[in-house]
Structures are given as C-alpha cells and as structure tokens.
T-cell receptor, first 116, second 112 residues
C-alpha cells in the first residue's frame, strides 16, 4: 500500500542536541511538507519542497533544517537553536500540478518530540 | 494570523445527530479543503471544494462554500461514535503555490 511513513513515533531530545525526524513516501509525490502541531492547535508549516534538491521556508522555519536529496525522503532536523521543540510533527506529501494548485495532502502519523 | 478559523472550537453531540462546523477565511482562495484528525494520528483528507463551487457531498458529509462571506461549513449527518475527531479546514491560494493554510480545528465528540 502507498503511504507516508514517519519515524520514530516518539522522540526525546536532550538540551543542546540536534535530532532528526524521518519522513518517507512511496506515493511518487513531488511535493513534501513538514508541519508542527501544538496541543489543541492547528498546523503550522515549517518547510516544504516541491522538487528534489529544492525546498523553501514555511512560517516557522527558525531552529529547523531539512534536505531533499531523494524524491521519497524529506528528513527534518530539529536543531538546538529551537528552544521550544516539544510538539507533534507531521509530514505530508502531494502531487504537483501546473494546472491545478493546492492539491490534497496525504499525511503520515506523526512524531511526538519531547524534551528530557 | 491564520487564513482559516473554525467555529465552534469544540462540539459535543449524541450519536445520530448532525454536526455542523464553520470555517472563515480572509483572502480570496483557490480551493478549501476539510481534513479529519483522530487523536494522535495524522490528518486525513475528506473533501475539496473549489472557489467556483457552492456545495459538495461525499457520503454523510456536506460542504458548502460562500465566497462572498468568505466562509465554509462542514455538515456531518447521522453522526456515529467513530466520527469523534478534530476537523480542520485548509485554504489554498494560487499565489502560495501548493501550500495550504490550516485553521485551528473543531474538536467533535459523538457520544454513544
């Protein structure tokens, strides 16, 4: 079955440590996205990528970094510069159509990051 | 500020009743989408309505869009306990490419 896999499901970070969240998709989608969700809140866009080797900052990119070396993979690194990283992180993907913008997004089941 | 804002923030109903939630937005949109999120899980796409459409149905879901009022509503008819979830609207704007902007969500509890 096609889908998006996020790992790990739970992650703990020590002070001053960088951690990397994995996101893999086998839907053959060109676009991938990272969102942050705080308790009882909506989603805020961290980074997105519409094509391999290219990505753009979203609304809250500070303290995060990404790479897009393969179409299937879009890992997110939460750096020590992110002072409040405790949140639920969601990865999504979508097709890219020149004729139709804003395609539906398919989501993984998230990674919950906590501070030790 | 967020493009989409849902109302109410929370809703509690009995099984079999209808649930209605609303989404308001600020700027002209290309389309508006509704998603469901079960506790601790990712979002699932429910329905997309384009700016030139006024109403759309999918099973027990009915979505309306009023571009003059910059608002949309999601109606779930004959609700079931399994409909308990958070529901989010997301707006797409052509100038933003493929990005979506999500609202804060409506938490729906369907009591058996």
């Amino acid at each position: 079955d096609g889908g998006i896999t996020q790992s790990p499901k739970y992650l703990f970070r020590k002070e001053g440590q960088n951690v990397t969240l994995s996101c893999e998709q086998n839907l053959n989608h060109d676009a991938m996205y990272w969102y942050r969700q705080d308790p009882g809140q909506g989603l805020r866009l961290i980074y997105y990528s519409q094509i391999v080797n290219d990505f753009q900052k979203g609304d809250i990119a500070e303290g995060y970094s990404v790479s897009r070396e393969k179409k299937e993979s879009f890992p997110l690194t939460v750096t020590s510069a992110q002072k409040n990283p405790t949140a639920f992180y969601l990865c999504a993907s979508s097709i890219v159509s020149r004729a139709t913008f804003n395609q539906p997004q398919h989501f993984g089941d998230g990674t919950r990051l906590s501070i030790l | 500020s967020q493009q989409g804002e849902e109302d109410p923030q929370a809703l509690s109903i009995q099984e079999g009743e209808n649930a209605t939630m609303n989404c308001s937005y600020k700027t002209s949109i290309n389309n508006l989408q509704w998603y469901r999120q079960n506790s601790g899980r990712g979002l699932v796409h429910l329905i997309l309505i384009r700016s030139n459409e006024r109403e759309k149905h999918s099973g027990r879901l009915r979505v309306t869009l009023d571009t003059s009022k910059k608002s949309s509503s999601l109606l779930i008819t004959a609700s079931r306990a399994a409909d308990t979830a958070s529901y989010f609207c997301a707006t797409g704007i052509k100038a933003a490419g493929n990005k979506l902007t999500f609202g804060g969500g409506t938490r729906v509890l369907v009591k058996p």
